[in-house]
């Protein structure tokens, strides 16, 4: 027994291995989302096997939580710049709605129970984007993407607001999203709404690394501090996520719990959807917000000015 549960653990430990290893890889990469969920679960493991008195399996479910604690940590723990005491603080809501969802209730409690700033919207279906006054009534300045069709119906991503926004330009061929500047206490902020493909083998394998290279496009575009919230489709600590933070210079808020599905409990959850900040900016919070009928967790997110 103590053999085939020391086996059992190959499995975590050669995940950790795979998200550890660097290599960028499109079946690596799908492994690195995995990390998270595989962490708790081998945990839970590793305490059953102790309580057993399986001694040498429970050394090697230790190692395997080591390991994949490792990988987890950038995603979990992610550098970044520490809040400037006293600065003012922006909340700010973002969520994929999913573009089926017509829980109207569902949608505006999420919306008031966060008592945000700044909205943003992923996946606002037809018949929400119908009711959208009395869904975001609170929030007079909007700016709303493109329609993007679906295989069952259009969506639009939208950013509303408190404060006064000032839309900007579409973004390139290929990627939706939504950018705008609004007039914070923090001074100007860009704020941009993404939604990026599914990774292969859901799509075409480049489709993820092409959209974040012309959202890189969008980034450098744009002057003063940055924020880009949505459903990224990856971790932070996977490759689309290196990818933003090495060629965009953007940190993201820390990623537990995860966010989706809403079917797993959210510690067992994947934190595919994310807010990612330029460097002048620092978190100053992050939490889940109340469900809101999508198969999304939205996410509430605190931002202040960093440190110098």
Request: glycine residues 8%; neutral net charge; aromatic residues 6%.
């Amino acid at each position: 027994m103590d053999a085939l549960v020391r086996l059992v653990f190959a499995a975590p430990l050669g995940l950790a291995l795979v998200a550890l290893s660097g290599i960028g890889h499109r079946w690596f990469d799908i492994l690195a989302q995995f990390t998270a969920p595989a962490l708790i679960v081998t945990a839970v493991l590793t305490a059953m096997t102790g309580l057993t008195r399986l001694k040498g399996a429970a050394v090697h479910g230790v190692v395997a939580c080591i390991a994949l604690l490792i990988a987890v940590a950038p995603q979990w723990f992610p550098a970044g710049p520490q809040p400037r005491p006293g600065a003012p603080v922006v909340q700010l809501y973002s969520a994929n709605l999913y573009y089926l969802n017509d829980d109207l209730a569902a949608i505006r409690g999420s919306i008031v129970e966060a008592d945000a700033d700044i909205v943003v919207l992923i996946e606002l279906g037809r018949d929400a984007a119908r009711h959208a006054d009395a869904l975001l009534e609170g929030y007079p300045y909007r700016a709303a993407s493109m329609r993007l069709d679906q295989t069952r119906g259009p969506s639009r991503s939208v950013i509303a607001s408190r404060y006064p926004l000032t839309p900007l330009a579409d973004p390139p061929d290929g990627l939706h999203s939504v950018a705008a500047v609004a007039r914070t206490p923090l001074g100007p902020l860009n704020v941009v709404g993404v939604h990026l493909t599914r990774p292969w083998p859901f799509q075409e394998q480049w489709g993820q690394i092409s959209q974040t290279m012309a959202l890189q496009a969008v980034v450098e575009g744009l002057t003063g501090p940055v924020v880009v919230a949505g459903d990224f489709n990856s971790v932070s600590s996977a490759r689309i996520g290196k990818q933003i933070r090495r060629d965009l210079g953007l940190h993201p808020a820390p990623g537990f719990p995860g966010t989706w599905p809403t079917d797993l409990p959210a510690a067992l959850g994947l934190t595919i959807d994310q807010v990612y900040a330029s460097p002048d900016l620092a978190f100053a919070g992050r939490r889940l917000g109340r469900p809101a009928g999508s198969d999304h967790r939205p996410v509430v997110t605190r931002i202040t000015r960093a440190a110098d």
